[in-house]
Every structure is written in C-alpha cells, then in structure tokens.
T-cell receptor, first 115, second 112 residues
Framework: DVKVTQSSRYLVKRTGEKVFLECVQDMDHENMFWYRQDPGLGLRLIYFSYDVKMKEKGDIPEGYSVSREKKERFSLILESASTNQTSMYLC??????????????FGAGSRLTVL | GQQLNQSPQSMFIQEGEDVSMNCTSSSIFNTWLWYKQDPGEGPVLLIALYKAGELTSNGRLTAQFGITRKDSFLNISASIPSDVGIYFCARAGGTSYGKLTFGQGTILTVHP
C-alpha cells in the first residue's frame, strides 16, 4: 500500500521555537507539497517541490521554509514558531507533469499547537 | 491564489438522503477534483474531471465539470453513516501541475 508518512501526528511547541515537520513518501513521486488546513479556509498551499533540491513558494509561504535533499523526503521548517501557525499541516505527493500530477496522495496530517 | 467558493459549509442529513454540494470560481480551469477527508486522516481523491460538461460517477457519487469551466458539483445518493467527513473541491489550471487550489470544504454529518 503506497503511503505518505508524516512523522509526528501531534506536536506542542512554544513561541519562538524552531519546528521541523517531516514527510516521507514511498511512491517515487517527483512532486511533493505542504498544505495547512484551517476551519473555514480549506487547504492552503505553503510550498511545493518538483524535484530534489528544488522548491517553489505556494500561496502562504511567509514564516515557513522547506528542504528537499532526497526525492522521498520533504521537510517543512518553522524558523520561529508563532501562535498563528497553530494548524493542521498536510503533506502530499504526486507523480510527473501530466494530469496525473494533480492526483495528490496525502499524509494523515500533523497537528501543531504553538503556545 | 485565487479562491474557490464551496457550498454549503456544512450539512446535517438523515441516512438515505441525497446530498449535493458545489464549487464555483471566477476563472476557468482545466481540471476539477473532489476529495474526501475522513476524521483524523488526510484527504483522499474521489473523482477527477478533465473536460467541460464531463459527468463522472464513482459508486453513489456523481460529479460534473460545469460547461462554463467555472464550476463543479458533487452528488451523493442514498447517504450512509460512513459518508461522514469533509468534502473538498479543488481546481488545477495552467502548467502548474499538482499545484491545487482547494475550496473551504463541506462538513457532512449523517444521522442514522
């Protein structure tokens, strides 16, 4: 069964801490994405990557950075966590550059609380 | 990014009832997708639509790509308790494959 695995389901951090959210996929997908999910706002794209060491800003990149050193791993970094970054974070992956690239496989999510 | 307007925001229905939700946009797009998120899980793709006017079914689910390419709807017939969850529409357009814009979600509750 193909999977996108997010290492932490629940995290509680303090304001100003550096936070790493890890995501690994075992489908050899080229594309990886980080979304955040907030009630009433749906899913909003933070960053995405089409290849190793490549990254592009999504719609809400402020306060975040990403790292993709290996094809299967895409990390989301909060350099200095703030309370408005309390949210559910969803990682996703997809294959290639054709219409199939729009078929995203999501992880189960990481719920981050910043105190 | 451009937003999608998804409605209704929530629905409370009895088991066996039919459900309809829709999504609209001010711009035209090439692809509409519908995802479902079960409680505690990530969204899972239900149906993908690639052509204006396309009507696609997946079991009790039916989705259509609006003829104007600015809207889509999802129908669920004869709802059952496991239909509970959050339903999201999403659109893709241009050459940014995989870079989806999602609607706000419809929270569906089904009473037995």
């Amino acid at each position: 069964d193909v999977k996108v695995t997010q290492s932490s389901r629940y995290l509680v951090k303090r304001t100003g801490e550096k936070v790493f959210l890890e995501c690994v996929q075992d489908m050899d997908h080229e594309n990886m994405f980080w979304y955040r999910q907030d009630p009433g706002l749906g899913l909003r794209l933070i960053y995405f990557s089409y290849d190793v060491k490549m990254k592009e800003k999504g719609d809400i990149p402020e306060g975040y950075s990403v790292s993709r050193e290996k094809k299967e791993r895409f990390s989301l970094i909060l350099e200095s966590a703030s309370t408005n970054q309390t949210s559910m974070y969803l990682c996703a992956s997809s294959r290639g550059t054709g219409p199939g690239a729009n078929v995203l496989t999501f992880g189960a999510g990481s719920r981050l609380t910043v105190l | 990014g451009q937003q999608l307007n998804q409605s209704p925001q929530s629905m409370f229905i009895q088991e066996g009832e039919d459900v309809s939700m829709n999504c609209t946009s001010s711009s035209i797009f090439n692809t509409w997708l519908w995802y479902k998120q079960d409680p505690g899980e990530g969204p899972v793709l239900l149906i993908a639509l690639y052509k204006a006017g396309e009507l696609t079914s997946n079991g009790r689910l039916t989705a259509q790509f609006g003829i104007t390419r600015k809207d889509s709807f999802l129908n669920i017939s004869a709802s059952i308790p496991s239909d509970v969850g959050i339903y999201f529409c999403a659109r893709a357009g241009g050459t940014s494959y995989g870079k989806l814009t999602f609607g706000q979600g419809t929270i569906l509750t089904v009473h037995p």
